[in-house]
């Protein structure tokens, strides 16, 4: 069984970074070749924000966040991480890490998740 654990979740005001890290465990034959993060905001729905290819460290963002974040991964320890700057009051939510992609990448449609990790950002 898949396990995903994120953590880095913090609470920061307006422009600041953070990164987030997300490590998986379980079985991964045939579901960890695409990871990625989504976030929720209170009160909306689930959002993409990124995803990577870990074979070959190709990576896909979400319009709202391309330029200001990075999604990378730790070969061979079955890492990921989300690199976030310039953090906007529009990026606070809970960010969930995710494995086993349908489709295509820019669909963001995963079908294992975290528990996820808040983001917070004040002005």
């Known amino acids: 069984q898949v396990r995903l654990l994120e953590s880095g979740g913090d609470s920061v005001q307006v422009g600041g970074s953070l990164t987030l890290t997300c490590v998986l465990s379980?079985?991964?034959?045939?579901?960890?070749?695409?990871m990625g993060w989504l976030r929720q905001a209170p009160g909306k729905e689930r959002e993409g924000v990124a995803t990577?290819?870990?074979?070959?460290?190709?990576?896909y963002y979400a319009d709202s966040v391309a330029g200001r974040f990075i999604i990378s991964q730790e070969p061979g320890k079955n890492t990921v991480y989300l690199q976030m700057h310039d953090l906007k009051p529009e990026d606070t939510g809970m960010y969930f890490c995710?494995?086993?992609?349908?489709?295509?990448?820019?669909?963001?449609?995963?079908?294992?998740w975290g528990q996820g990790t808040q983001v917070t950002v004040s002005s």
């Open positions: 995710a494995s086993d992609l349908q489709g295509r990448p820019s669909d963001f449609n995963f079908r294992t």
């Open positions: 990577i290819f870990v074979p070959a460290s190709t990576t």
């Open positions: 379980g079985s991964t034959y045939g579901t960890s070749d695409y």
